[in-house]
């Protein structure tokens, strides 16, 4: 990690009136370069003005900020390029479509997909990111080799490792500080992939995609399914040869490029997505994936909610080292683990259908402690700090004295989604 430096006084007096403005009403402030981000945060900072990070992919009401908040923006998009070790440089206001896009005309892709080709890079990192092809190389953040992030101390560019800054600065939501650019290892990109598919009723499906993970541990690279509609997709893809499911299943040879157009969830601005991801051992997830069901023919049935959907985002086998971090020891030490994502969409100003979503969800969370599992920190389902502590087990100490020092008033992220330590008294 290169040491924190300062913040050059010359030109900051503009924001430096922003902040104190900003104590008065909830306002949003853009940032479009790294210098931006970092003469924002020392000003905001100095004002003693609550500060939350957002992406294009990030929830409204997760990234509020409580009166008197500033909400920074990332509109960073000023780097995206190779290095000499053959790894991604880009900017995390960049989506991942566009970052995808420039490694292809390369003839490269990453190990991971993130699942929604529509968020920014950062905020996919922000919550680790499950993703494609998470059954064999685990989440997105385990493949950032560095990243430069912007505390209230100033700037750092920090490598992997095990230093606190570090193990913080990724998949935390923006609670210690705000990364900028991230490098990103990359690999060559497959050009056909062997695809199986099959489409089941809902309860049907569960036993399919379990069945499927146990069978195909070794080999799979990807396996997903979606439940939506009264109908399952299930998905198990490979790279090069592999043994078939078996008759019931479809086989179709794909192109990269077809499979990559075809993992987003559409975003609408009118629209209040409802969701969470929650990880917990494959083998006692069967019940909670039946519950689940069952919310999402309740969801059905309420014309509150416009579209409900679940879907598995991936099946992980945590490795020695990495993704064991971001997939929770704590809660799944090295269990093989599955990552599910429950979507409800309501009007963006309908409070009541709100509500109820989050009676649903209250519902999978108490499921999915029972099978052993944990709340994924992301979505817009509240994490308590009880909640953080079973998540993060051992690492919880290490973050929280983390965002002590780096955040010693306390004021990124206001409490809203992991909580502050203070700094011991000097």
Not at 281 to 300: C, T, Y
């Amino acid at each position: 990690m290169t040491g924190l430096r300062s913040t050059p006084a010359a030109g900051r007096t503009g924001i430096e009136r922003a902040g104190r403005a900003a104590r008065g009403a909830v306002r949003s402030l853009d940032v479009r370069s790294e210098e931006e981000a970092q003469r924002a945060i020392d000003a905001l900072y100095a004002a003693g003005t609550p500060i939350n990070v957002r992406g294009a992919g990030h929830l409204l009401d997760l990234r509020a900020p409580p009166e008197g908040g500033v909400r920074l923006v990332n509109r960073i998009r000023t780097r995206l390029e190779t290095n000499a070790a053959g790894e991604i440089v880009a900017s995390t206001g960049w989506r991942w479509a566009e970052v995808v896009d420039f490694a292809q005309r390369r003839g490269l892709t990453f190990p991971v997909l993130t699942s929604n080709l529509d968020t920014t890079v950062g905020g996919t990192l922000s919550a680790g990111g499950f993703g494609l092809f998470s059954g064999r190389f685990g989440m997105q953040a385990d493949h950032v080799s560095a990243c430069t992030i912007h505390t209230a101390l100033g700037a750092a560019g920090c490598a992997r490792s095990g230093e606190a800054l570090w193990r913080a600065a990724l998949c935390s939501l923006g609670t210690i500080g705000f990364v900028s650019s991230v490098t990103l290892r990359a690999r060559p990109a497959p050009e056909r992939l062997r695809l199986f598919d099959r489409r089941d009723e809902p309860g049907a499906a569960v036993e399919v995609v379990l069945d499927a993970a146990e069978r195909f541990a070794d080999e799979a690279c990807l396996l997903t399914c979606r439940f939506e509609n009264g109908t399952a997709t299930t998905h198990v893809g490979f790279e090069g040869a592999a043994p078939s499911p078996g008759i019931a299943w479809r086989e179709r040879d794909v192109s990269y490029a077809s499979l990559l157009a075809g993992s987003t969830i559409e975003a609408n601005p009118n629209i209040r997505r409802v969701w969470n991801d929650y990880i917990m051992p494959v083998a006692a997830s069967g019940p909670f994936l039946h519950l689940a069901l069952a919310m999402l023919e309740r969801a059905d049935r309420d014309e509150r909610v416009l579209r409900a959907r679940v879907r598995l985002l991936a099946i992980a086998q945590a490795p020695a080292t990495g993704t064991s971090f971001y997939v929770r020891p704590g809660v799944l030490a090295a269990s093989r683990t599955i990552g599910v994502g429950f979507y409800l969409d309501v009007a963006d100003d309908d409070a009541g259908g709100f509500a109820f979503c989050l009676e649903l969800h209250g519902l999978l969370k108490a499921a999915c402690a029972a099978a052993g599992g944990a709340l994924y920190n992301s979505g817009e389902v509240r994490l308590s700090q009880g909640d953080c502590n079973a998540a993060f087990g051992a690492d919880w100490h290490a973050f929280t004295q983390a965002r002590g020092r780096y955040d010693p008033a306390g004021l990124f992220g206001n409490g809203s989604t992991l909580p502050f330590a203070a700094p011991p008294a000097p």
